[in-house]
């Protein structure tokens, strides 16, 4: 491997990325907190390695040349690499007693949180950290995973939590609006809600009932699952939930199951963990707890 073309610093890395983006060598020698005239040596240095220009001239500041555009988008991406590699370190170093989490926004809102105070009280040694942005890297970096799904990811493994038991669930009022529903087919004569990205779909319960070209009279759609509920329990229309996901609001009668219409899924709610990674014992206290809870409710 040939490392004459390296740059000498990851300063230098810095600064050619800060120069992209600002534009001028004073506004990226203030986003890198250097000196403008720290940036510009840093700025010949790579030039000088590389053996070529990076960045033209002109009225309206540094643009970047071919090689630039083609230097920066590779150094971009080293650079995360780079992060997220640190962020496994990271996570190699961290406590035996502290967890890592990324958990989707429906899960922590309707199932999670209001739980955790048990656990909380069962270890409180142990430091649990949620986080709720999921990416493929953001995953990796976590010991534990809330997903949604059919189970399958490679390399981590994966422990069903809830999910199959779909219902579809109506406030009372809203379901009593138009005469109420005794079959499946009566649906069409509703509204009904929907999310962009959820696997649930509206043709998954038409194919367990047998139902042909299913069409509603109007669907609304959200991008979040929390406002699907929110808006069947306001009136707003028929949805699709995980019965385990609004067994509260079943069970108090803001929200009803007409005809007890629903479906099993092929999709649920997993928690996963990282394959090659030995679980800490923070994290196997969760696992565990996480499991049991889940057979309790």
């Known amino acids: 491997m040939t490392i004459q073309h390296l740059p000498g610093s990851m300063t230098a890395l810095r600064v050619l990325l800060a120069v992209a983006e600002h534009g001028t060598a004073s506004a990226a020698a203030a986003a890198v907190n250097l000196t403008q005239s ?4 840093h700025l010949r240095g790579l030039e000088e390695t590389l053996g070529i220009s990076l960045f033209a001239r002109s009225s ?4 970047p040349t071919e090689a630039g555009q083609i230097y920066v988008k590779h150094v971009r991406r080293a650079l995360a690499e780079l992060e997220a590699g640190s962020a496994q370190i990271s996570a190699l170093k961290a406590s035996p007693w502290s967890v890592r989490l990324h958990v989707l926004p429906i899960i922590g ?3 999670l949180v209001p739980r955790f105070s048990r656990f909380a009280e069962l270890h409180p040694e142990i430091d649990v950290q949620f986080t709720t942005f999921v990416t493929a890297d953001t995953a990796e970096a976590a010991d534990g995973v809330f997903r949604f799904g059919e189970g399958q990811w490679p390399g981590h493994r994966g422990y069903y939590l809830f999910g199959r ?3 579809l669930v109506g406030a009372p009022s809203f379901v009593a609006r138009l ?3 005794e079959t499946a087919d009566d649906v069409r004569r509703y509204t009904v809600l929907d999310h962009f990205q959820t696997p649930l779909r509206w043709s998954e319960f038409a194919e367990a009932h047998g139902l042909d070209d299913f069409m509603p009279v109007h669907t609304t759609r959200f991008g979040f699952y929390s406002l699907v509920i929110r808006a069947a329990i306001s009136g707003q229309g028929l949805a699709l939930v995980p019965r385990r996901l609004v067994q509260e609001e079943l069970e108090t009668g803001r929200l009803v199951n007409p005809a007890g219409l629903g479906f099993k899924s092929r999709n649920a709610y997993w928690f996963t963990t990282p394959e090659d990674r030995a679980p800490r014992p923070g994290l196997e206290a969760f696992r565990k707890w996480l499991l049991e809870e889940v057979q309790a409710s």
């Open 179 to 181: 005469g109420g529903i």
């Open 165 to 167: 038991d779909v219902a």
């Open 60 to 63: 309206r500041g540094l643009i």
């Open 38 to 41: 720290a940036v510009s040596k």
């Open 109 to 111: 809102d309707r199932w």
